[in-house]
C-alpha cells in the first residue's frame, strides 16, 4: 500500500538561520512528487525533516495520518519509509549483493542469539532475502555486479545499488535525494524508466529532490518549489517551469 | 573459479554455473572436519609446554574476539575489554573459593561482566565517538584499586587462586591436556556463535553503524541500541575469557587488569585484524608469543621491539595478519583489470565480468 505523506507547517531553524519556513503540502498515495528549488533553498533538509534525521523546530510531519513528527529515523523504517542519500555511502568493501541485504534488516526475523546458533527459521529468511535482493539486482540491470565488490563500480552504479538497498526495505514511501546528480545523460534514462515502473508494479509513494529538471518534468505529478526555505508554489512540472516566480529564483540558473 | 563463460551468461540466470572453491559443499564439510580432527589429536600429541601455551593462547584469542565484536565490527573504540576478563576471573576465583557448583560459577563469569558491559554501555553508547574510548579507559583504571580495595572479594593486592576442573580419572589425561581441550570446547564454542552473528542481519548490521550511521539508521538500525548489544556480548565473551584464564592460570591479581594490558589486547586485535574471526585467533597467537620472542632477545628492548613490530605490521597490512591472503587476491585481481581493456563498468560486458564478478574471499560474506 502506498502511503500519503503530510506535511503542515514544517519549520527549521539553527540557531538565528531559517533553513525551512511553515512549508505545507501533501503527497497523495501512489504519486511521484518533486522538490525542486535553486542551491541552498532547503530541499535536503526538508527531506531530512521527513526522514528524522533533522528534527524540525516547529509543524508536523504525518505518514499516513500517524504523527512522525520527532521520532527516530530508525523508527520511521517501520512506518514504511525508505530513503536515499545525495552521496550515496556503501559498504565499499562488501559485495554488492551485501550491501542491499542491509535493506532486510527489518524483514529479517530474531534476536542475536538466535542468529548465533543460526536457528532454521533465521536461515531460511537469509535464504529467502537473499534470492528477492538477487532479483532486484536483476530487474535493475545489476544482476551482474551481485558479487564485486561495491569500491570496483562506478558513481552512477553506486546510486542504482543504493536504490536496490532501500527497495528491499519494501518501501511504501521511498525519499529519493538527487538520484540523477553526477550521472552520464544515459544513465538519467535509465533512471527514469526504473522510477516509473516501480510506481506502476510496486504500488508505492515517491518523493524526489532534484536539480535535473528535465527529471522532474518526465517523472513528476506534482511538484513543489522551495526558495529560501519557504514553498514558492506548488503544481505540475510544467507549470513550475512556466511561473515567473520560478524563473526569477532560477535566474543565471538553468531553469528551463 | 568462476569462470568467464559463467559470468557473461549472469544476467540471464543469477545463478554461477560452478561455485567457487571455498563455497563447494565438499569443501565446506571437509574443512571444518579436518579441523576438528586436528584439534582433537593435538593435546594428545604435542608437548607439555606447547600445550600450555596453546591453553594461553586460547584464553586471549577469546578476548580478543570480544573486542573485535565491539571495535573491530562495530567501530567503536573500547580500551577497557581486560577490565571483563579480570571481573571474570574474579567471579570464577571467588565462585571456586567458595566450592559453588563449576556451571553455577561459569554462568556467573559470563553474566556479571556482561550485566557490568549492559550498564556501562547504556551511558557510554550515548556519547558516541571517541567518548566511548574516554569512558572505556576508566575501567581498568578504577579496576585495579577496586580490586585491591574489595579485598573481601578479592584478596586485596595478593589476588586470588584457584585450582578447579582437576582431570577426571577416566580420561586417563595428564592436566596441560585436559586444560587445552576444556579451552578448546568452550573458546571454540564461542568462536563458532561469534561467526554465526557477525555475519547475516547482525553482522550487517554491526558493520554500518561503523560505517555510516546515519545511513544505519535510515534502514531501521538503531545505532544506539547496537552499540550497546555489541559492547554487551563483547563484555560477556570477555567474562568467558576471564573463565579460561583462571582455568589455565589458576591466579588472578588486580595486576590481571591494568590499563596497560588492555592497551597490548587492542593492539594484538588489530595486529590480528579487526573484524576477523581468523584475526582474533593470530591476535591471542600474538599476545602471547611475540611477548616471550622479544624477551628472549633482549629483555630491556621488550617494549621498543613490539612497538616496532607493531609499526612493521600496520604499514605493510593496515588490514592485520588476516587480511594477507586478501592483499594478495586483490592485488592480483587489479593488475589482472589493468591489463584487460578498458573498463566500463556501466555496460555489463564479458571483459568487465570475467575480471570482477570473482566473488571476493571477503569475511562476512554470508552462506551461499
Redesign the interface.
Known amino acids: 500500500m502506498a502511503a500519503e505523506l503530510t506535511l503542515q507547517d514544517v519549520s527549521l531553524q539553527f540557531g538565528g538561520i531559517k533553513v525551512l519556513q511553515e512549508v505545507s503540502f501533501t503527497v497523495e498515495p501512489g504519486q511521484i512528487f518533486g522538490l525542486v528549488g535553486p542551491n541552498g533553498a532547503g530541499k535536503t533538509s526538508l527531506f531530512n525533516c521527513i526522514?528524522?534525521?533533522y528534527k524540525p523546530t516547529a509543524g508536523s510531519v504525518r505518514i499516513d495520518g500517524t504523527e512522525v513528527q520527532g521520532s527516530?529515523?530508525?523508527t520511521?523504517?517501520?512506518h514504511g519509509l525508505?530513503?536515499t542519500?545525495q552521496h550515496p555511502?556503501l559498504?565499499l568493501?562488501?559485495?554488492v549483493l551485501?550491501n542491499v541485504?542491509?535493506?532486510?534488516?527489518?524483514r529479517?526475523p530474531?534476536g542475536?542469539l538466535e542468529?548465533?546458533?543460526?536457528s532454521p527459521r533465521?536461515r531460511r529468511a537469509?535464504k529467502e532475502l537473499?534470492a528477492e535482493a538477487?532479483?532486484l539486482l536483476?530487474r535493475n540491470?545489476l544482476?551482474?555486479?551481485?558479487?564485486?565488490?561495491a569500491d570496483?563500480?562506478?558513481h552512477?552504479?553506486h546510486k542504482g545499488v543504493e536504490l536496490c538497498?532501500a527497495l528491499l526495505?519494501k518501501p511504501r514511501l521511498l525519499l529519493l535525494d538527487e538520484p540523477a546528480a553526477g550521472l552520464?545523460h544515459?544513465?538519467v534514462e535509465q533512471l527514469i524508466a526504473t522510477v516509473r515502473r516501480l510506481r506502476s508494479e510496486d504500488d508505492i509513494t515517491v518523493v524526489i529532490v532534484e536539480h535535473h529538471m528535465g527529471l522532474i518534468a518526465a517523472l513528476t505529478d506534482r511538484v513543489v518549489v522551495l526558495d529560501h526555505g519557504a514553498k514558492l508554489m506548488e503544481g505540475t512540472a510544467a507549470e513550475a517551469q512556466s511561473d515567473p516566480r520560478v524563473i526569477e529564483a532560477y535566474i543565471g540558473k538553468d531553469a528551463a | 573459479m568462476a569462470s568467464a563463460s559463467s559470468v557473461s551468461s549472469a544476467p540471464a540466470s543469477s545463478a554461477p554455473s560452478a561455485p567457487p572453491f571455498r563455497q563447494r559443499p565438499w569443501v565446506r564439510w571437509a574443512l571444518p572436519l579436518l579441523l576438528l580432527v586436528v584439534l582433537v589429536v593435538a593435546p594428545l600429541v604435542l608437548s607439555e609446554g606447547v600445550n600450555e601455551t596453546l591453553a594461553r593462547i586460547g584464553v586471549f584469542a577469546v578476548a580478543v574476539l570480544g573486542l573485535n565484536v565491539v571495535m573491530g565490527y562495530t567501530g567503536q573504540v573500547s580500551l577497557g575489554q581486560i577490565f571483563f576478563l579480570g571481573v571474570g576471573a574474579y567471579v570464577t576465583a571467588y565462585g571456586v573459593q567458595n566450592d559453588w557448583n563449576i556451571v553455577g560459577v561459569f554462568a556467573l563469569a559470563c553474566l556479571i561482566p556482561a550485566v557490568a558491559g549492559l550498564l556501562v554501555a547504556l551511558a557510554a553508547a550515548r556519547l558516541g565517538g571517541l567518548a566511548i574510548a574516554m569512558v572505556t579507559i576508566a575501567l581498568p583504571i578504577v579496576g585495579v584499586p577496586l580490586a585491591k580495595r574489595l579485598s573481601e572479594f578479592t584478596g586485596g593486592s595478593q589476588g586470588l587462586s584457584a585450582r578447579f576442573a582437576e582431570t577426571p580419572e577416566w580420561t586417563g589425561l595428564y592436566d596441560d591436556q585436559w586444560q587445552l581441550y576444556v579451552v578448546l570446547v568452550i573458546g571454540g564454542l564461542v568462536f563458532v556463535l561469534t561467526r554465526a552473528l557477525v555475519r547475516g542481519k547482525y553482522g550487517r548490521a554491526f558493520a554500518i553503524v561503523r560505517g555510516n550511521e546515519n545511513v544505519a539508521s535510515s534502514m531501521g538500525i538503531s545505532p544506539y541500541r547496537y552499540k550497546v548489544l555489541a559492547f554487551t556480548i563483547a563484555s560477556l565473551i570477555g567474562g568467558v575469557s576471564g573463565f579460561l584464564y583462571m582455568l589455565v592460570i589458576q591466579y588472578t591479581s588486580p595486576e590481571t587488569m591494568s590499563f596497560g594490558h588492555s592497551i597490548e589486547l587492542l593492539a594484538a586485535m588489530v595486529i590480528g585484524g579487526a573484524g576477523s574471526i581468523v584475526g582474533s585467533l593470530l591476535g591471542g597467537a600474538y599476545y602471547v608469543l611475540i611477548p616471550e620472542l622479544t624477551n628472549q632477545v633482549d629483555p630491556n628492548l621488550t617494549s621498543l621491539l613490539q612497538g616496532a613490530i607493531l609499526l612493521v605490521v600496520l604499514f605493510l597490512l593496515p588490514g592485520g595478519l588476516a587480511s594477507l591472503p586478501r592483499a594478495l587476491t586483490r592485488g592480483r585481481r587489479r593488475t589482472r583489470v589493468g591489463r584487460g581493456p578498458a573498463a566500463t563498468p556501466s555496460t555489463p560486458s564479458s571483459t568487465t565480468g570475467s575480471a570482477t564478478a570473482e566473488p571476493a574471499p571477503t569475511e562476512r560474506q554470508g552462506h551461499a
Open positions: 526522514s528524522g534525521h527516530r529515523p530508525a520511521l523504517a517501520g525508505a530513503r542519500f555511502a559498504q568493501g562488501e559485495t551485501e541485504l542491509l535493506g532486510a534488516h527489518t529479517l530474531g542475536a542468529w548465533a546458533v543460526r533465521t537469509e537473499r538477487l532479483d536483476e540491470g544482476g551482474w555486479a551481485a558479487h564485486v565488490p570496483e563500480l562506478s552512477g552504479l538497498r526495505m552520464p544515459e544513465e
